[in-house]
């Protein structure tokens, strides 16, 4: 099974291409921020950014969706972000690397759970605010150093998809996986 990440800050437009590879028969791992997110704000938690669960949360759901199994028939998945992200997270927000994400760092590093080539999404130069997208795009663009450096610092080699149309950005990512196999 080869698993690849696409990362990038939030309005980078990571979703939508998800969803244009997806149409093209890619299997996706949805983002795990985003259903927390929007769990803890259910549960009245409006920031839920600041709640000290809000980072293991994460890295949980993030190693149960990679330990799901694949669909039949398919030898990629694609990952919107994986724990490295979560390591970059918690240093934007200044938070603890906890052991449970320590941990799940160190095992998917270990194990190579992921492609080593990881597509990093560049930003629009544009934010579209969401129910859990609250950050300007200054906070972005600082957040977006965070990512880099996180995968870097793990050994991962950035794949630049830059800014562009949906099908372009697509095609690139397209082209990439079919010819690393």
Not at 56 to 70: G, K, M, N, S, V
Not at 94 to 99: D, E
Request: charged share 25%; proline share 6%.
């Amino acid at each position: 099974m080869r698993r690849y990440i696409i990362t990038g800050a939030p309005g980078a437009g990571k979703t939508t291409i998800l969803a244009a590879l997806r149409g093209r028969g890619y299997a996706v791992v949805e983002e795990a921020a985003t259903d927390v997110n929007l769990r803890l704000q259910a549960l009245g938690r409006d920031q839920a950014w600041r709640d000290p669960e809000f980072i293991d949360a994460i890295t949980l759901l993030q190693r149960e969706r990679l330990e799901q199994p694949a669909p039949p028939a398919t030898d990629v998945q694609v990952f919107d972000r994986s724990p490295i992200c979560t390591l970059a997270l918690a240093a934007y927000l200044g938070q603890p690397v906890t052991p449970v994400l320590a941990g799940e760092i160190d095992r998917v590093t270990a194990e190579a759970s992921y492609q080593r080539r990881i597509f990093f999404v560049h930003l629009l130069g544009f934010i579209t605010p969401t129910a859990v997208r609250r950050i300007s795009l200054a906070q972005s663009v600082a957040f977006e150093r965070f990512h880099e450096e996180a995968y870097r610092s793990h050994g991962f080699e950035l794949v630049d998809v830059p800014a562009g149309t949906v099908e372009e950005r697509v095609d690139l990512i397209d082209r990439c996986i079919r010819s690393w196999s």
